[in-house]
């Protein structure tokens, strides 16, 4: 099974920004795309990023846009997560996936393994 592990997170003040990786260990890292998702307390997972085998095509959610940007180096097996501007709303657990099609999916159910999160707290 192909393990991916998030790290970057951490307890910082609004307006700071984090850049979150996520490492697989994968041999065939540029045949997957890869997503990032994140989950608030008392609330649903929800769609944050996702990009492409390439990296040449990305998606974001709608109310993230401008401020998280998604990235990956194929030659490190690593996707990355900038956060920009953090937001009290932002606190969550961060977590990456990796889907077998290629694609930029919005939809958590395409992806077929996941990590197991890295916590962002953004204090006021």
């Known amino acids: 099974q192909v393990q991916l592990v998030e790290s970057g997170g951490g307890l910082v003040r609004a307006g700071s920004s984090l850049r979150l990786s996520c490492a697989s260990s994968?041999?065939?890292?540029?045949?997957?795309?890869m997503g990032w998702f994140r989950q608030a307390p008392g609330k649903e997972q929800e769609f944050v990023a996702a990009?492409?085998?390439?990296?040449?095509?990305?998606d974001y959610a709608d109310s993230l846009k401008g401020r998280f940007t998604i990235s990956r180096d194929n030659g490190k097996n690593t996707v990355y997560l900038q956060v920009n501007s953090l937001k009290p709303e932002d606190t969550a657990v961060y977590y990456c996936?990796?889907?077998?099609?290629?694609?930029?999916?919005?939809?958590?159910?395409?992806?077929?393994?996941w990590g197991q999160g890295t916590q962002v707290t953004v204090s006021s």
């Open positions: 990009i492409s085998w390439s990296g040449r095509n990305t």
């Open positions: 994968g041999r065939t890292f540029g045949r997957f795309a």
């Open positions: 996936a990796a889907a077998a099609w290629d694609g930029t999916w919005t939809d958590g159910s395409k992806y077929n393994y």
